[in-house]
């Protein structure tokens, strides 16, 4: 008994090392907050370790060579990768769904040791939201216990008993598993089009002024079909999804750092994708891509589009949020008001965002996601 006890207490101290860790990444009060709850519920006192400030990271550079059947993978020389899906969803019930899945490989140093000794963190996070419910739920493990991690030939990206599987190394087709007390979301993803680099080839700047850089790619070109089960209940799903790929080694480059996010499927078979990056000064930097199942992709530069909120809503935690906006792209005729499905979206996750579905109209019509970080 007192065996199992103490693997537990174990456990459980070494996920809230994981989450004081993070606390470099983000603003000092969200990580105080977390680590304040997460210690609090386990009665854990432990000293805080000291940031390992001389972890050195490959370069992010222009003239890496995106490839994806290889680099759907974790890249254990940068600090971060993310793996984002989301999806816009019709049950059989009638009834619109949105389905948010997040994975984040975070490295704590640059040592690539095995078993307890390994570097690497992975936090996932899922949201199945309604107009008017959500459930949410977030997990934190190690890498390199198996308890998280990613394989190749074929892809499998795991945390605990949460999956996204395929047969081969494109993670297309996949299918992805998520499954909790409340809810579970069993849904299976195919591509219709290809693939997209985001930025120069790949190269995604996040600001205009600053060498602060990713690597980026995404598949937003996939059809899901499915089922959701909800408190119990089954529902039977299909619609569009999107999967994003990112790595780097500024997760959050400055606490004042924002964005404003789209990524947005148009009914006339496009698919767009804009991120309006915010500094200390109020400087704006877009980076877009505008995209055909074709293969043709447009990079949209800076002005060539306008991004701004049209509306201010309060949420019940208080928040007020610009959850409407105007996107207006003159030089290819596109100009978008954006409405989201159920505003009380703010997920107070280990990087805390608004982040849901939406629907679009004006010259165009579609679906989509928006996030917004860092309000």
Do not use: C
């Not at 308890?147 to 190749?152: I, L, S």
């Not at 190269?203 to 205009?208: I, L």
């Not at 999804?241 to 496009?270: C, M, Q, V, Y």
């Not at 935690?317 to 290819?332: A, H, M, Q």
């Amino acid at each position: 008994m007192k065996t199992k006890q103490h693997q537990w207490m174990f456990k459980a101290t070494v996920m809230t090392l994981a989450l004081i860790l993070l606390s470099g990444l983000l603003a000092p009060h969200f990580i105080k907050q977390l680590v304040a709850k997460e210690m609090d519920s386990l009665h854990i006192q432990q000293a805080e370790p000291k940031e390992d400030k001389h972890a050195v990271y490959e370069p992010v550079l222009p003239d890496y060579t995106v490839k994806y059947g290889r680099d759907f993978a974790a890249h254990d020389s940068f600090h971060h990768d993310v793996w984002h899906y989301r999806a816009n969803l019709k049950g059989n019930d009638g009834q619109e769904y949105g389905v948010q899945w997040t994975v984040y490989r975070i490295a704590n140093g640059d040592h690539q040791g095995i078993g307890w000794n390994n570097a690497q963190i992975y936090t996932a996070q899922v949201v199945v939201s309604t107009a008017n419910h959500s459930w949410s739920q977030q997990r934190i493990s190690r890498g390199g216990i198996g308890q998280a991690g990613v394989m190749m030939y074929p892809f499998r990206l795991w945390i605990d008993d949460w999956s996204w599987v395929s047969n081969n190394n494109f993670a297309m087709p996949s299918h992805l598993m998520v499954k909790t007390d409340d809810f579970k979301v069993s849904l299976n993803n195919a591509s219709y089009g290809p693939f997209v680099l985001n930025g120069d080839k790949g190269y995604k700047k996040t600001h205009d002024l600053m060498s602060i850089a990713s690597y980026s790619f995404s598949a937003p070109f996939l059809k899901t079909k499915g089922t959701l089960t909800l408190n119990g209940r089954e529902v039977k799903v299909q619609g569009l999804a999107w999967l994003d790929k990112e790595w780097g080694n500024h997760l959050i480059s400055t606490p004042s750092l924002r964005w404003d996010s789209f990524n947005l499927h148009l009914t006339d078979g496009r698919v767009l994708s804009l991120t309006q990056y915010h500094n200390s000064q109020n400087i704006r930097y877009i980076s877009g891509t505008l995209s055909r199942k074709n293969g043709s992709t447009t990079i949209i530069k800076n002005d060539e589009v306008r991004i701004y909120p049209l509306e201010r809503q309060r949420l019940l935690n208080g928040k007020e949020l610009p959850l409407r906006w105007v996107i207006e792209l003159p030089k290819y005729q596109i100009s978008l008001i954006t409405q989201s499905l159920n505003k009380e979206l703010w997920l107070p996750f280990w990087v805390p965002s608004w982040e849901g579905p939406i629907v679009v109209t004006g010259s165009h019509k579609g679906v989509g996601f928006m996030q917004l970080t860092g309000y």
